[in-house]
């Protein structure tokens, strides 16, 4: 299996709501990444998980909240957002390795917050 | 992170050869260069890596000049399905590290 798979592919939420978006590889890979990406601009990191601990926190707002429950899982888990964080979430892992670049990414969740 | 330029969108057709330039002065010693291909709605799928001269694979070629301040990413042979945004990455050859996205190039490959 070489893939990332996200879901859900398609989310919508109200600013009340609590949701959380899934990710998973069975890759082996351990280190993981959550990147945010609106309409026509590059892929933005938000955080980076190494070993399944956060290594890297991108001062995203406290209302995206990562967890990452084992070695293959990575959850963002949602709450009171607001409509501009509409955009195409996208997860990512990669090995530590030399000679391989590594980076997978999944397909991504397009979230719309109304 | 050293930084990248790229051109912001670019037309070709159907068959043509496509190369794309990005220019990174800044590289460092053990920087390696990585191209990543993005369809809409999709997330970026790695395409070539490469540190100096030329890389090749099934999908594209990858010119770097000696100094490495610039590559070239070369498409053979474009089609249709080519059309997407193309990203020049420069950084480390480990994983675990943060990925920086730049601008991008948009490609659009008419008939």
């Known amino acids: 299996d070489t893939e990332v798979t996200q879901t859900p592919k398609h989310l919508v939420m109200g600013m009340t709501n609590k949701k959380s978006l899934k990710c998973e590889q069975h890759?082996?890979?351990?280190?993981m990444y959550w990147y945010k990406q609106k309409a026509k601009k590059p892929p933005e990191l938000m955080f980076v998980y190494s070993y399944e601990k956060l290594s890297i926190n991108e001062s995203v707002p406290s209302r995206f909240s990562p967890e990452c429950p084992n070695s293959s899982l990575l959850n963002l888990h949602l709450h009171a957002l607001q409509p501009e964080d509409s955009a195409l979430y996208l997860c990512a892992s990669s090995q530590r390795s030399g000679g391989d670049y590594g980076y997978t990414f999944g397909s991504g969740t397009r979230l719309t917050v109304v | 992170l050293a930084k990248t330029t790229q051109p912001i969108s670019m037309d070709s057709y159907e068959g043509q050869e496509v190369n794309i330039t990005c220019s990174h002065n800044n590289i460092a010693t053990n920087d390696y260069i990585t191209w990543y291909q993005q369809f809409p709605s999709q997330g970026p799928r790695f395409i070539i890596q490469?540190?100096?001269t030329k890389v090749t694979n099934e999908v594209a070629s990858l010119f770097i000049p000696a100094d490495r301040k610039s590559s070239t990413l070369s498409l053979p042979r474009v089609s249709l399905s080519d059309t997407a945004v193309y990203y020049c990455?420069?950084?480390?050859?480990?994983?675990?590290?943060?990925?920086?996205f730049g601008t991008g190039t948009r490609l659009l490959v008419s008939p």
């Open positions: 990455l420069v950084g480390e050859d480990t994983g675990f590290q943060k990925l920086v």
């Open positions: 490469g540190y100096k």
């Open positions: 890759m082996g890979h351990r280190a």
